[in-house]
């Protein structure tokens, strides 16, 4: 009786899927809506997360360059030179999200 009552669930469910099937084609119209200032919101806002992660792994690297040339004041030299090269990757990284925002604003 389960099995049957899943058949006929599936069968109403596909039967009312396929209504739109027989609805009339119309007049094509284009939308009301200027999506443009939207795509505007959204760029920005993945550009705010964007810099929201770049300053919290900048952050992480000069606490752990801090921290390690406490721990090891011999190769603070050494410390110094990958925590600026990390720090680099990460602000090219925010700098090429800043550049794509402006590419998805620009092409709307």
Not at 47 to 52: E, G, K, L, R, S
């Amino acid at each position: 009786m389960r099995k049957l009552n899943f058949l006929f669930m599936v069968v109403v469910g596909m039967l009312m899927s396929a209504m739109n099937v027989f609805a009339q084609a119309g007049q094509p119209v284009e939308p009301a809506v200027n999506y443009k200032g939207y795509v505007a919101i959204a760029a920005g806002i993945g550009f705010a997360i964007a810099v929201f992660g770049g300053a919290l792994g900048q952050s992480r690297i000069g606490a752990a360059a801090c921290e390690g040339a406490a721990r090891n004041p011999g190769a603070a030299a050494k410390i110094q030179v990958m925590m600026i090269l990390g720090l680099a990757l990460i602000e090219s990284l925010v700098l090429f999200a800043l550049l794509v925002v402006f590419a998805v604003v620009a092409r709307v």
